[in-house]
């Protein structure tokens, strides 16, 4: 089971958080340079994203719909079931992170290469995780709204201006931009990746900084990390079973239940770290503690599920006699 290396830089900027905390005005040049950087990550999301193959993956609209609603519906009513749990498995502040987690977009990047890893429909990944990506634009601040509301760390009615300010308007940017600079931006992809994740680690340092210098990390105790991560691998677990079996009862082939079910069970890191930023401010910290615990387990768990998928993918399924004889949604037939 691997451990993304970015995760160990992740990990690596939160200890330097708290070694060395911005203060001061390096705090405030920290976060407005975040600011920035935020707007430059989002603004680059909209001049990668072809809007000709946007509208060409809306033939395979039963399957983004079965994706977005797994993200956006059943993600947050299962974080909202979770208040249960608290206070015996999590403080307050650790559940607002973990309702948080529930309302940030899927990815693209690892469902993409998981669904190829196991022989799925890979053009229907890419789609669903751009549309949801998109999506996540708008709903998750207004999903946040509705469920976090104050208690969000400081979420207010502004938090939803700043979004539209910070994330939306870049994008939309990108977006009417790319038919001059989309060659540009195609040629030099992993250049911009790069930056694309530097921007990412200075939002987390800004974020911890900003923790440690409110005193936030005394509120968590390893007993209370320990009883997130059971909580986190519940959550997984239950999204993995239901975007599997779901899809399949829903009459999908295996090729898109592939990618449904890595489009639907998993969270960005890459979109959920910057709204988190604009959302929670002071208290980003604690709030996307869950998410970037979330995203190293959802890695190490699908790709031991990608790899066993590759290896049954030349077998029939005999659990599935109705797919032999029922065309599979979308472009994705049925591997075998």
């Not at 005005?25 to 072809?50: E, K, P, Q, W």
């Not at 308007?169 to 992809?189: D, E, N, S, T, Y």
């Not at 991560?229 to 899809?247: I, K």
């Amino acid at each position: 089971m691997p451990i993304d290396p970015y995760i160990l830089l992740l990990l690596g900027t939160v200890g330097l958080a708290a070694l060395l905390p911005a203060r001061g005005t390096g705090a405030d040049v920290a976060s407005g340079a975040s600011t920035v950087a935020i707007a430059f990550l989002f603004f680059l999301y909209g001049a990668r994203l072809s809007t000709r193959e946007a509208m060409d993956g809306l033939r395979h609209w039963r399957l983004h719909v079965t994706v977005l609603a797994c993200t956006f519906v059943v993600f947050p009513l299962l974080g909202l079931a979770a208040r249960g749990l608290v206070p015996v498995f999590l403080t307050d502040p650790l559940y607002q992170g973990l309702l948080f987690l529930t309302l940030v977009p899927s990815t693209i990047q690892s469902s993409i290469a998981f669904t190829s890893i196991a022989c799925g429909n890979v053009p229907a990944a890419i789609c669903a995780g751009s549309f949801s990506s998109l999506a996540g634009i708008v709903l998750t601040p207004l999903l946040a709204a509705a469920l976090l509301g104050n208690s969000g760390g400081g979420f207010s009615a502004d938090s939803v201006v700043k979004i539209v300010l910070q994330l939306l308007v870049p994008f939309v940017a990108g977006q009417v931009l790319r038919r001059w600079i989309g060659g540009f931006v195609a040629r030099h992809k992993k250049v911009l990746g790069l930056v694309d994740r530097g921007s990412i680690l200075l939002v987390v340092y800004t974020a911890f900084s900003e923790g440690m210098v409110q005193g936030i990390w005394h509120q968590v105790s390893p007993a209370r990390l320990a009883g997130l991560l059971v909580v986190e691998a519940v959550l997984l677990a239950v999204m993995l079973a239901l975007t599997w079996y779901g899809a399949r009862a829903l009459g999908f082939g295996r090729a898109d239940r592939i990618a449904i079910q890595f489009a639907g069970s998993k969270k960005s890191l890459a979109s959920g770290l910057p709204m988190a930023s604009v959302l929670f401010g002071a208290h980003a910290s604690l709030a996307v503690l869950p998410l970037m615990l979330f995203h190293q387990m959802q890695l190490m768990v699908c790709a031991v599920i990608a790899k066993r998928r590759s290896h049954d993918a030349g077998a029939a399924v005999p659990d599935e006699p109705a797919d032999a004889t029922r065309p599979a949604v979308g472009t994705g037939a049925r591997s075998r």
